[in-house]
């Protein structure tokens, strides 16, 4: 089969390996479809983010369907549609083992999600702990979302959801175009006017409940410090390059008592498991309409096109057909 693997930094290669053999506690599953998240382009560019051992797998936003089952596997039969989770999606097949497929990162899907919708399970669940657990949004919040990218979409419409009002600010024009079709109540096209001033004006000088930084950027991140009210929070979401460094003010978080917190996969202390299946709900309910984050669709062996597609910001969801 074949099977897209990084081998080392900048080195992904598309390359034709066996067919898992699955045991006894064992499932394969047929990848279907696989997304591209947003940090295997870093981690295919940097070598960084936790990746400890070569060659790898970097898909972890797929779906497929079960075709072989081990006798020790219960409650999992062939034929069911999955959301699959773990650094398999890029190839042909996945061998999960029985622990994985009952951990609650592992799905079915129900008939009305398609394969393309559910590959956005995991970054959804991501977005709703950025949102509900760092960010602590609840209704009536005033919510600033810096990034207008597919993550920082999703993360407008699960505030939006919970009764928020949401001001989005980005550089690019289509963006913004896509937060306003989505329902951002406001938007602030950063690389025309100061953020900061335009949502200190939105919101009469008072700031906002809170601000996640979608994006891996230490100006926003400076910019999100400056934007949000007192006693409020800035969550920083997207990852930044390796080396990144953030000059702030101290006495900002000091004087007007700004928490200023990250946010990583479902909970880096605390695992939420149960936003698996609240992303899912939502996804399912049309909540959000994640497909219409789709833009672009590549063959596994135009991986590289679609990495390149991710990096320079075309569009918003690429996803990946394997055979």
Known sequence: MKSA????????????????EIGPNDALVK??????CPTDVRKYRTGNQSVHSYPVNLGHEWTGDVVKIGDNVENWKVGMRIAGAGFE???EYAKLDKGYLNSGMVL?????????????VEPLADCLHAVK??????AGDTVAIIGAGQMGLQLMMIAKSVGAKVIVSEVAEERLEYAE???ADHVVNASKENPIEAIKKLTKDWGTDSVIVS????????QGLNIVRKGGRVVIFGGAPQGSIVQLDPNIIHYREVELTGSNWIGTIEINLQLYQEALDLIASKKVP???????????DEIHKAFQVQENKEGLKVMIIPP
């Open 5 to 20: 693997l990084l081998y080392g930094k900048g080195d992904l290669r598309v390359v034709e390996i066996d067919i898992p």
């Open 31 to 36: 990848v279907k479809v696989c997304a591209v």
């Open 89 to 91: 999606g890029y190839a």
């Open 108 to 120: 079915e899907l129900p008939d009305k999600v398609s394969y393309e919708e559910g590959t956005f």
């Open 133 to 138: 657990d760092r960010a602590k949004v609840k």
């Open 181 to 183: 079709k989505f329902g």
């Open 215 to 222: 994006i891996g950027n230490p100006t926003a991140i400076e």
């Open 290 to 300: 994640v497909a219409e984050f789709i833009t672009h669709r590549f063959t596994l």
